[in-house]
């Protein structure tokens, strides 16, 4: 399916991810009750994530268009602004120049020597390569890092998580058992409610005994 790489947003950023990592555990066998987290599951496949290609996609673009001759209509559109019109109140959508600001910014290549360095397609090669590297890595320990703070505060429990447990606990009563067991069995609930009888009478007498 072809997509504009202008329209590649953070909601269909992470929809592909997901999608990357579920092809991935299914060629390598893992499942979730591996544990086995992304970072580790891409290392095993020596790939990168979805974001790091689909970047890798439109630093090669700019680096063409930017390389194309004055009049092609890319390049045109690439540096051209409208002089008529205004833009609404509110946000406004992300044009491709935007993109490829953040898209820089990501790689740590900056966008003053963007046409000098991609006037020469070696030279843009080797920064892009070196841009996707620090991205990798820099991803990879934002994921360690998320998952880390996400297992802290799982794992973390108040002190008065206990008292409150405590404290929340309904007491049975001996006719709440009765009652319980009469619904399952007819007969134990007739021996249980003579037993505490029984206990009762018994206790009733010694009181009897003490006061005379």
Known sequence: MAMNPGLYTG?????????????????LGVRWWHKVTHSDL??????HSMECMVMQRQLRWVGHMIRMSPNRLPR??????????????GGQMKRFSDNVKLLLKKCQIPPGQLEALASDRLVWRDVCKDGLATFS??????????????????RRQPAHAATFVTESVPQISDC??????????????STASSSTSTDSYKQASKQATVMN
């Open 137 to 154: 890595i820099n991803y990879d320990q934002d994921a360690e890092a998320r998952r880390l703070r996400r297992h802290t505060i799982s």
């Open 176 to 189: 709440a058992v009765i009652y319980a067991s009469s619904i399952v069995h007819p007969q134990l609930a």
């Open 42 to 47: 891409r290392r095993r496949a020596k790939v």
């Open 11 to 27: 909601i269909i950023s992470r929809h592909f991810e997901a999608y990357h990592v579920k092809c991935l555990r299914a060629i």
């Open 76 to 89: 045109r559109l690439l540096y051209s602004e409208l002089h008529e019109g205004r833009r609404s109140r």
